[in-house]
């Protein structure tokens, strides 16, 4: 009997000292491999290590500082009321024990659809990992005070819809333990690619359908979710198809790494970690996992999602949050200023009416399709800066066109006129409409013309795709220079 007392706490002790291990959940890292595939193993494990008293003791002083649910709730709803003119709260479902999930949405249109991309920020997946939900509302009060005052806050604003939700595992956080009331860890309970547990949707915990509602609902650009234990930017794909432990890329592989850099790089020190080279890392290459929900986002979402780990410690003195906040700061506000201060954007319009086309966008020699807006036909196609993309729109019914594009450090705005299948007009001046010119001109063009004989359209648009491909060098540089100035990293 003692023996075991005595085994069951160096277990404990061992336990507690690989924080790593305990970040993005890899109880299956200390259990065997297959382990993953079995959810009432892993809770086990789980209650070796949280259901203890030593634990329980410590969590009243942990807790000392930090927000109840009730707090969160009221720190949302006030926020809400300060700062009625740019948020809205709503409710994306309700967890086990029924506190519901409240989502604040920052925007200078909250709840209105825009030609904007839209961003989600996701706290406190793991109950026992609240520095995220601390975080978010740090950032939620700072967006409000500084906007109209600080162009990145402003920049946000006015040309992104940021959805944050603080807390995705309101009970696991009350009851001081990693996973949900049912002690399911939220983060294997998403259908995986490779694993195929997961796949009954009914079968979900009702936190994880509520996201995966969610992200059906608003057509999310990207996203990240915030963890503790560890310090590092992690990206897909987090599992392997053979279980093993290596890089594991996905077909946006560039892309992840771009802008799990921009997080890691402006961090105070995340970069400088000597674990993972740059402050980033592949998910897979650290150690795969299976179920969660950076995978299913990228893959059913159209979202990219970064998994982040913002804080060695999971559950800091309270007295530390305020530097933990200043330390992630710029990276929070870099990555969700990425969106429009990167990557390829625009709208695909019918040729024939000027109609909005909800098309879809792909980049030559990568796997992915990005959807546009069923609205407005908008598309936000995030991409490595490089010296040339070749980016294609298609829409069933339509014939699809490319267009090559340089990427620089700045955005591009490129937008897309489409010809009925099966028409013969304007397939010889095609190219000329995919100019890089401001598209608000170029759509008044199309209505406009929209009646008028061929040979004045032709004259038209010759004239203006000279007029385009004048601008567009002019554009090009000034990308280039505004980029130089915009890519700040600031501590
Ligand atoms: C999971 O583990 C439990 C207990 O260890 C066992 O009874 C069950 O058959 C396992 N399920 C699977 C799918 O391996
Ligand atoms: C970052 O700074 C914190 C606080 O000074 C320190 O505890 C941590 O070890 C540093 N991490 C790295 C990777 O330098
Ligand atoms: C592209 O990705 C899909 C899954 O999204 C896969 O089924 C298909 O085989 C891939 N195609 C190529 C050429 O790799
Ligand atoms: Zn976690």
């Given at each position: 009997?003692?023996?075991?007392q005595?085994?069951?706490?160096?277990?404990l002790?061992?336990?507690?000292?690989?924080?790593?291990?305990?970040?993005?959940?890899a109880?299956?890292?200390?259990?065997a491999?297959?382990?993953?595939?079995n959810?009432s193993n892993?809770?086990?494990a789980?209650?070796l290590?949280?259901d203890?008293?030593?634990?329980?003791?410590r969590?009243?002083?942990l807790?000392?500082g930090?927000m109840?649910?009730?707090?969160l709730?009221r720190?949302?709803?006030?926020?809400?009321?300060?700062?009625?003119?740019i948020s809205?709260?709503?409710?994306?479902?309700?967890?086990?024990n029924g506190?519901?999930?409240w989502?604040?949405?920052?925007s200078?249109?909250?709840?209105?659809?825009?030609t904007?991309?839209a961003?989600?920020y996701?706290?406190?997946?793991h109950?026992?990992?609240p520095?995220?939900?601390?975080l978010l509302i740090f950032l939620?009060?700072?967006?409000?005070?500084n906007?109209l005052?600080?162009?990145?806050a402003?920049?946000?604003?006015?040309?992104?819809h940021?959805?944050i939700?603080?807390?995705?595992?309101?009970?696991g956080?009350?009851l001081g333990k990693?996973?949900n009331?049912?002690?399911?860890?939220l983060?294997?309970?998403?259908p995986d690619?490779?694993?195929?547990?997961n796949?009954?949707?009914d079968?979900r915990?009702?936190?994880?359908r509520a996201?995966m509602?969610?992200?059906?609902?608003?057509?999310?650009?990207?996203?990240?979710?915030l963890?503790?234990?560890a310090?590092v930017?992690?990206?897909?794909?987090?599992?392997?198809?053979?279980k093993r432990?290596?890089?594991?890329?996905?077909?946006d592989?560039?892309?992840f790494?771009f802008?799990s850099s921009?997080y890691?790089?402006?961090?105070?020190?995340?970069?400088?970690?000597?674990?993972f080279?740059g402050?980033i890392?592949?998910?897979a290459?650290?150690?795969?996992?299976?179920?969660g929900?950076?995978?299913?986002?990228?893959?059913h979402?159209?979202?990219f999602e970064?998994?982040?780990?913002?804080?060695?410690?999971?559950?800091p003195n309270a007295?530390?949050?305020?530097?933990?906040?200043?330390?992630?700061?710029?990276?929070?506000l870099?990555?969700?200023?990425?969106l429009?201060?990167t990557?390829v954007?625009?709208?695909?319009?019918?040729?024939g009416?000027?109609?909005?086309?909800?098309?879809?966008?792909?980049?030559?020699g990568i796997?992915?399709t990005?959807r546009a807006?069923k609205?407005?036909?908008?598309?936000?196609?995030l991409?490595?800066?490089?010296?040339?993309y070749?980016?294609?729109?298609?829409?069933?019914g339509?014939k699809?066109?490319?267009?090559?594009?340089?990427?620089?450090?700045g955005?591009?705005?490129l937008?897309?006129?489409?010809?009925?299948?099966?028409?013969?007009k304007?397939?010889?001046?095609?190219?000329?409409?995919?100019?890089?010119c401001n598209s608000?001109?170029?759509?008044?063009?199309?209505?406009?013309?929209?009646?008028v004989h061929l040979?004045?359209?032709?004259?038209?648009?010759?004239?203006?795709?000279?007029l385009?491909?004048?601008?567009?060098?002019?554009?090009?540089v000034?990308?280039?220079?505004?980029?130089?100035a915009?890519r700040?990293?600031?501590v």
């Amino acid at each position: 009997m003692n023996l075991m007392q005595n085994l069951l706490f160096s277990l404990l002790i061992l336990a507690s000292t690989i924080p790593s291990s305990l970040a993005k959940g890899a109880f299956k890292k200390s259990l065997a491999s297959s382990d993953f595939s079995n959810a009432s193993n892993a809770s086990s494990a789980r209650h070796l290590l949280e259901d203890n008293d030593s634990r329980a003791k410590r969590r009243v002083d942990l807790v000392q500082g930090y927000m109840t649910n009730d707090d969160l709730e009221r720190a949302m709803k006030e926020f809400v009321q300060r700062c009625s003119n740019i948020s809205r709260m709503y409710s994306i479902g309700k967890s086990v024990n029924g506190v519901p999930l409240w989502v604040i949405e920052i925007s200078d249109k909250p709840g209105e659809e825009e030609t904007e991309p839209a961003f989600k920020y996701i706290g406190n997946v793991h109950g026992d990992e609240p520095v995220g939900r601390e975080l978010l509302i740090f950032l939620a009060n700072w967006l409000c005070d500084n906007h109209l005052k600080d162009p990145l806050a402003t920049l946000i604003v006015e040309n992104v819809h940021l959805h944050i939700l603080p807390s995705m595992n309101p009970d696991g956080y009350s009851l001081g333990k990693r996973g949900n009331a049912n002690n399911i860890d939220l983060n294997r309970d998403f259908p995986d690619q490779f694993v195929f547990l997961n796949d009954d949707e009914d079968s979900r915990q009702p936190e994880t359908r509520a996201i995966m509602d969610w992200a059906r609902d608003i057509r999310f650009t990207a996203s990240a979710t915030l963890h503790g234990g560890a310090l590092v930017a992690n990206y897909p794909w987090d599992g392997t198809r053979d279980k093993r432990t290596y890089y594991y890329g996905c077909p946006d592989d560039d892309t992840f790494q771009f802008m799990s850099s921009i997080y890691s790089h402006s961090h105070y020190n995340m970069s400088l970690s000597k674990e993972f080279p740059g402050g980033i890392t592949n998910g897979a290459a650290w150690y795969p996992l299976y179920g969660g929900m950076q995978d299913w986002n990228y893959i059913h979402a159209g979202c990219f999602e970064l998994t982040l780990e913002v804080s060695d410690d999971k559950w800091p003195n309270a007295s530390e949050l305020p530097i933990i906040w200043k330390y992630n700061k710029m990276s929070m506000l870099n990555l969700v200023a990425s969106l429009v201060k990167t990557g390829v954007h625009g709208r695909i319009y019918s040729s024939g009416d000027g109609r909005p086309l909800p098309g879809f966008i792909t980049v030559s020699g990568i796997n992915y399709t990005v959807r546009a807006g069923k609205a407005f036909a908008d598309y936000h196609r995030l991409l490595a800066p490089r010296d040339k993309y070749e980016v294609v729109a298609t829409m069933p019914g339509y014939k699809s066109k490319n267009t090559t594009i340089w990427l620089d450090e700045g955005p591009v705005t490129l937008d897309f006129v489409l010809d009925p299948e099966g028409s013969i007009k304007g397939s010889i001046l095609q190219n000329v409409y995919d100019c890089n010119c401001n598209s608000k001109s170029k759509l008044e063009f199309v209505q406009f013309f929209g009646g008028v004989h061929l040979e004045v359209y032709f004259v038209f648009i010759v004239i203006l795709g000279f007029l385009c491909l004048l601008f567009q060098r002019r554009v090009k540089v000034k990308n280039r220079q505004a980029a130089g100035a915009k890519r700040t990293v600031v501590v």
